[in-house]
Nanobody
Framework: QAELVQSEGGLVQNGGSLRLSCQGS????????MGWFRQAPGKEREFVAT????????AYADSAKGRFTISRDNVQKTIYLQMNSLKPEDTAVYLC?????????????????WGQGTQVTVSS
């Protein structure tokens, strides 16, 4: 079982940067594929990025490609989402998640454990 605790988000200006983190607990953190999702008001939860157990096998939503980078540190049991060139449409609650599935997983139903969510607001 994994418990995920996310860092605080924040308010940034259009074009700014922000790094989110998500720390897991337990001895099996490295067993899980990890992902980031986001949910804007009135919209469905959407996939942002995912990373494999060893830090490879990454995948990104089209909206995140070239701007966001997912990474992980299994010693620190933490994943990160570096977000650059932020836009107002990136405003959402961001959630980290852990999946026992090895291959790339883009669907929220493939993830077993979720962080508490953190608000990211990008002002125009």
């Amino acid at each position: 079982q994994a418990e995920l605790v996310q860092s605080e988000g924040g308010l940034v200006q259009n074009g700014g940067s922000l790094r989110l983190s998500c720390q897991g607990s337990g001895r099996t953190f490295s067993y899980y594929r990890m992902g980031w999702f986001r949910q804007a008001p009135g919209k469905e939860r959407e996939f942002v990025a995912t990373i494999g157990r060893d830090g490879g096998s990454t995948a990104y939503a089209d909206s995140a490609k070239g701007r966001f980078t997912i990474s992980r540190d299994n010693v620190q049991k933490t994943i990160y989402l570096q977000m650059n060139s932020l836009k107002p449409e990136d405003t959402a609650v961001y959630l980290c998640a852990a999946s026992a599935i090895g291959p790339i997983a883009r669907l929220s139903r493939d993830y077993d454990y979720w962080g508490q969510g953190t608000q990211v607001t990008v002002s125009s």
